[in-house]
């Protein structure tokens, strides 16, 4: 017999499970997640696991501080803390960058985020040791911080199953199953067997372009390469906000263990990678320039050395915004291409799909749903930051 449910997602990362929670959550447990690796082994597991709200997009802000709520009380919604840290988040620009800070201060502000901008002596008190003489100006959120994206998707998961969604891994999607009339029905596993469902939601990161061109859905998404360097400086890091640098183009996190977690901010020039095929630790030259900025940022730690590196991928559209919404084709939903910030906005992701899945609009504050609309690219209507920051792209 053909098994059947009425929401498959396919993908079991933090999207995917965020979106199968939501679903849950109100009532709509038929819902089936099917992961060809283990929960949360693709993407997820790689991320910085920043917290913020500072964009240039409204939609985009408005769903991070939706989601910073979640992350604060996720002790009482998924009796798990996801790890997440309230440790702070801090943006600081050099004069070409003053404009748009303020530009983007004030969107946030409208929007009820709490940020606001502090002094070089009040930096100087929350990151000692900080080089701040290139800085012209700082935005502080005091709600934002670190999670880990691996921790928050198996909560997402684990709550989910408690209320009824059934999750299978180790089983990969090769196709997806579309009638005469171009609707999408199901999916086809690889071992030959298939699955029908009313709804389709396709939320496979990088894989995802793959899985919809077996129904002849294009989906311009590509896997960026992004380095990461972990510093020890010679003692243990004190709790610190996590500090966007875009006068260096970079940012710095202190990782649980008292390391430095060292990402790149220049985007202008990107790399893209098989994300079933690459060399999973920073190459030499990344590593050269993320301790040369890390040394000037931090002129004084008593004994730096490198204590390892790995690289993942983003999932990036052609404007750094994620696809999540209905495809041409009936039946089949995407939620995809969530170009860095997918971890931060996790919980509105699950809530948005579920709110358009269910009722065709959302209730999230100050979001749009059709900002993030599959069509916009060959409308020519590609959702960029109203602010944007010299030299680092639209990743913020």
């Given at each position: 017999m053909t098994e059947t449910a009425k929401y498959v997602i396919v993908g079991g990362g933090l999207e995917g499970l965020a979106i199968a929670w939501s679903l849950a959550n109100r009532g709509e447990t038929d819902v089936l997640v099917l992961e060809r690796d283990t929960l949360c082994s693709g993407m997820t597991g790689k991320s910085s696991g920043v917290v913020r709200c500072h964009y240039g997009t409204p939609s985009l802000a408005a769903m991070s501080w939706y989601s910073v709520d979640v992350f604060q009380r996720a002790p009482e919604l998924f009796d798990d803390d996801m790890a997440f840290r309230q440790c702070g988040y801090v943006v600081g620009v050099g004069e070409n960058n003053t404009v748009p800070l303020k530009a983007n201060v004030s969107m946030m502000q409208s929007l009820g985020i709490d940020v606001d901008f502090i002094d070089h002596h009040t930096m100087a008190e929350l990151w000692p040791g900080l080089h701040l003489d290139d800085f012209a100006a700082f935005a502080y959120e005091p709600r934002g911080g670190r999670g880990e994206a691996y921790m928050a998707g198996m909560a997402f998961g684990a709550a989910g199953r408690r209320l009824g969604v059934t999750v299978r891994q180790s089983t990969r999607v090769s196709g997806l199953l579309q009638n005469a009339g171009g609707t999408v029905y199901g999916v086809t596993l690889a071992g030959g067997d298939d699955i029908h469902a009313e709804h389709v939601i396709v939320a496979a990161g990088p894989w995802t372009p793959a899985l919809t061109a077996t129904v002849g859905v294009p989906v311009d998404v590509r896997a960026q390469r992004a380095q990461l360097v972990l510093v020890d400086q010679g003692a243990p890091t004190p709790e610190m906000p996590v500090l966007s640098d875009l006068a260096?183009?970079?940012?710095?996190?202190?990782?649980?263990?008292?390391?430095?977690?060292?990402?790149?901010?220049?985007?202008?020039?990107?790399?893209?990678?098989?994300?079933?095929?690459?060399?999973?630790?920073?190459?030499?030259?990344?590593?050269?320039?993320?301790?040369?900025?890390?040394?000037?940022?931090?002129?004084?730690?008593p004994d730096p050395r490198i204590a390892g590196s790995y690289v993942g991928a983003y999932d990036v559209t052609p404007d750094y915004n994620p696809i999540i919404g209905p495809s041409p084709a009936d039946g089949l939903f995407l939620a995809t291409g969530f170009s860095g910030h997918g971890f931060k906005i996790s919980p509105a992701v699950g809530e948005l799909v579920a709110d358009l899945l269910t009722t065709?609009?959302?209730?999230?504050?100050?979001?749009?749903?059709?900002?993030?609309?599959?069509?916009?690219?060959?409308?020519?209507?590609?959702?960029?930051?109203?602010?944007?920051?010299?030299?680092?792209?639209?990743?913020r």
């Open positions: 260096a183009l970079q940012y710095i996190c202190r990782e649980p263990n008292g390391e430095l977690l060292v990402g790149n901010s220049d985007h202008q020039a990107p790399q893209y990678i098989d994300p079933d095929d690459y060399v999973n630790r920073a190459d030499d030259s990344a590593i050269e320039k993320n301790i040369m900025k890390l040394g000037n940022r931090l002129p004084d730690m065709g609009a959302t209730t999230l504050p100050n979001v749009d749903p059709h900002d993030f609309r599959y069509s916009r690219f060959e409308e020519n209507d590609l959702l960029l930051s109203l602010n944007p920051y010299e030299g680092a792209g639209e990743m």
